[in-house]
């Protein structure tokens, strides 16, 4: 299992305004095909196929490379039990 360090959560209003007042997860498109370790601050979130996917979104690259990117978001929702299995 691949895991996977967020920098910040995304406000779900942002996305979409059906999602006001979640927040959200974004992963890049190159790990919509693996069960993934999510871990944010001191909490951890594990997506798999199982975990509902709420929207994706492609971005025209920044920086000037000629490519897009796409983000995939899900709730974030660290489970009790998975924090209950580290310790």
């Known amino acids: 299992m691949k895991s996977y ?3 910040k959560l995304i406000s779900g209003y942002k996305v979409n305004p ?3 007042g979640d927040n959200l997860v974004a992963l890049p498109f190159k790990y919509t095909n693996e069960k993934i370790l999510v871990r944010y601050s001191d909490k951890k979130m594990i997506i798999d196929q199982d975990t509902p996917l709420l929207g994706s979104k492609t971005f025209e690259d920044k920086f000037g490379r000629d490519t897009n990117y796409t983000l995939f978001y899900y709730q974030w929702q660290p489970s009790k039990n998975q924090i209950k299995l580290e310790l």
């Open 5 to 7: 360090l967020l920098k």
């Open 18 to 20: 059906k999602y006001k």
